[in-house]
């Protein structure tokens, strides 16, 4: 889906990233690679394979898009334990000259470290560029339009007599959030308050998500009470 964001013209990606043609930029937030592989190393029998799910996905983006520069919000990596050789040699190889890869430390990077080997230039978060800040948490920068992770929004929706939780994009007025692009994460599930525009990606669409009156006020950042649910009219 193509928005228009503070003058500049974006997609949101049904594969949970953002795209912006004019920096030729990829952005994902919270990949979380390893996040399978740390919790079977704690002895929780959780499914093989996310991470590589995760790592297939971008590299099918960076193939796609012929991105010159890539950039994951915070949390690129879940734990120093999901770190296996293996895994990180898979990352590294999605690498390509002419591509740059910008890291915004998040909070797992900071108990994860930063992956060796790899051409990454790791930041703090508020790195600007053009009329945004990027960030992992999404907390409002002066004189910028934030764009960032950690929440891993999502968005309840009801149709048919059908309900679902979708990932989701939800860009309110100074600070946007892009859906975690891991395969193996959780999520908070968000409501309308009327300014907030909440964008589902479902297999491969994104589609935006109309707002119902607000059940209560906030900043369309906050999960949602109990039982609450988006409705289509």
């Given at each position: 889906?193509?928005?228009?964001?503070?003058?500049?013209?974006?997609?949101?990606?049904?594969?949970?990233?953002?795209?912006?043609?004019?920096?030729?930029?990829?952005?994902?937030?919270?990949?979380?690679?390893?996040?399978?592989?740390?919790?079977?190393?704690?002895?929780?029998?959780?499914?093989d394979g996310s991470?590589?799910?995760?790592?297939?996905?971008?590299?099918?983006?960076?193939?796609?898009?012929?991105?010159?520069?890539?950039?994951?919000?915070?949390?690129?990596?879940?734990?120093?334990?999901?770190?296996?050789?293996?895994?990180?040699?898979?990352?590294?190889?999605?690498?390509?000259?002419?591509?740059?890869?910008?890291?915004?430390?998040?909070?797992?990077?900071?108990?994860?470290?930063?992956?060796q080997g790899l051409?990454?230039?790791?930041?703090?978060?508020?790195?600007?560029?053009?009329?945004?800040?990027?960030?992992?948490?999404?907390?409002?920068?002066?004189?910028?339009?934030?764009?960032?992770?950690?929440?891993?929004?999502?968005?309840?929706?009801?149709?048919?007599?059908?309900?679902?939780?979708?990932?989701?994009?939800?860009?309110?007025?100074?600070?946007?959030?892009?859906?975690?692009?891991?395969?193996?994460?959780?999520?908070?599930?968000?409501?309308?308050?009327?300014?907030?525009?909440?964008?589902?990606?479902?297999?491969?669409?994104?589609?935006?998500?109309?707002?119902?009156?607000?059940?209560?006020?906030?900043?369309?950042?906050?999960?949602?009470?109990?039982?609450?649910?988006?409705?289509?009219?």
């Amino acid at each position: 889906m193509k928005i228009e964001l503070c003058g500049e013209q974006l997609e949101l990606l049904a594969e949970r990233a953002l795209w912006w043609p004019a920096q030729s930029a990829l952005l994902v937030a919270d990949a979380h690679v390893g996040k399978g592989s740390s919790f079977r190393a704690l002895g929780v029998p959780v499914p093989d394979g996310s991470s590589s799910d995760t790592l297939a996905r971008l590299a099918a983006l960076l193939h796609r898009t012929g991105a010159r520069r890539l950039v994951f919000l915070g949390d690129l990596l879940h734990a120093r334990n999901g770190c296996t050789p293996a895994l990180m040699a898979q990352l590294a190889a999605l690498h390509r000259d002419g591509c740059d890869w910008l890291l915004v430390r998040g909070n797992h990077d900071a108990h994860a470290g930063i992956p060796q080997g790899l051409p990454l230039s790791v930041v703090d978060e508020g790195w600007r560029i053009g009329p945004f800040a990027l960030c992992h948490h999404p907390e409002p920068v002066a004189g910028a339009y934030v764009l960032a992770g950690h929440v891993h929004p999502a968005v309840r929706i009801e149709a048919a007599g059908d309900r679902l939780r979708l990932p989701c994009f939800a860009l309110g007025q100074d600070v946007g959030l892009l859906p975690a692009f891991g395969s193996f994460t959780g999520h908070a599930t968000l409501e309308h308050d009327g300014t907030t525009r909440l964008y589902a990606c479902a297999g491969d669409h994104v589609f935006e998500v109309p707002a119902t009156p607000p059940r209560r006020r906030g900043n369309g950042m906050r999960p949602r009470p109990p039982r609450a649910e988006t409705r289509f009219p």
